[in-house]
């Protein structure tokens, strides 16, 4: 079954630290990766999409993510973490399963600590 | 500005009340979305819908109804057979429905209360 898992709960760094979300996914055929973020109360807003091509991908406010088929991993990363990246971010991956379907990992959490 | 609003942002509901979540979108997307965001669950589907009068049950339909009587509307009624609707609940839309490269562009969303 089509799954997406997101390791860690929470996550703490510094103010101009680096960070390093991880993502893994199960889907047996070429994945369609996403990468949200919420702010607290707020809906969710894309950051990035892998589809195919470039296995490094950038996205909005300084985010990329690279796509390791190998390790079935899309892990995004931040070189220097602004107070403002606080937010819960969400891994996603569309699954074509009896029809179209947005699988979404259960979030990662980012605290940033001055 | 193009976009997708929720309303009400907060809603109570009683005991055996069914309540509607607004959800309306003027994008021009053709497919819409319900989600319900639980603490540490992400989001599950509802209900979605690809063209007017035209939806599909997601993962977790029983006890929600919906409607698609216009393009650019889209709300989700919570049953009384609801037994544990307290939730963050998040409307989406996006282009087509049916590819699975679409991105999915998402309202504010309504945190529905049990009184």
């Known amino acids: 079954a089509q799954s997406v898992t997101q390791p860690d709960i929470h996550i703490t760094v510094s103010e101009g630290a680096s960070l390093e979300l991880r993502c893994n996914y199960s889907y047996g055929a070429t994945p369609y990766l996403f990468w949200y973020v919420q702010s607290p109360g707020q809906g969710l807003q894309l950051l990035l999409k892998y589809f195919s091509g470039d296995t490094l991908v950038q996205g909005i406010k300084g985010f990329e993510a690279e796509f390791k088929r190998s390790q079935s991993s899309f892990n995004l990363r931040k070189p220097s973490v602004h107070w403002s990246d606080a937010a819960e971010y969400f891994c996603a991956v569309g699954a074509q399963t009896g029809g179209f379907k947005t699988i979404f990992g259960a979030g990662t959490r980012l605290f940033v600590k001055a | 500005d193009g976009g997708i609003t929720q309303s009400p942002k907060y809603l109570f509901r009683k005991e055996g009340q069914n309540v509607t979540l607004s959800c309306e979108q003027n994008l021009n997307h053709d497919a819409m979305y319900w989600y319900r965001q639980d603490p540490g669950q992400g989001l599950r589907l509802i209900y979605y819908?690809?063209?007017?009068?035209?939806?599909q049950k997601g993962d977790i339909a029983e006890g929600y109804s919906v409607s698609r009587e216009k393009k650019e509307s889209f709300p989700l009624t919570v049953t009384s057979a609801q037994k544990n609707p307290t939730a963050f609940y998040l409307c989406?839309?996006?282009?087509?429905?049916?590819?699975?490269?679409?991105?999915?562009?998402f309202g504010p969303g309504t945190r529905l209360l049990v009184l």
């Open positions: 989406a839309s996006s282009m087509r429905q049916g590819r699975p490269q679409e991105t999915q562009y």
């Open positions: 819908s690809q063209i007017v009068n035209d939806f």
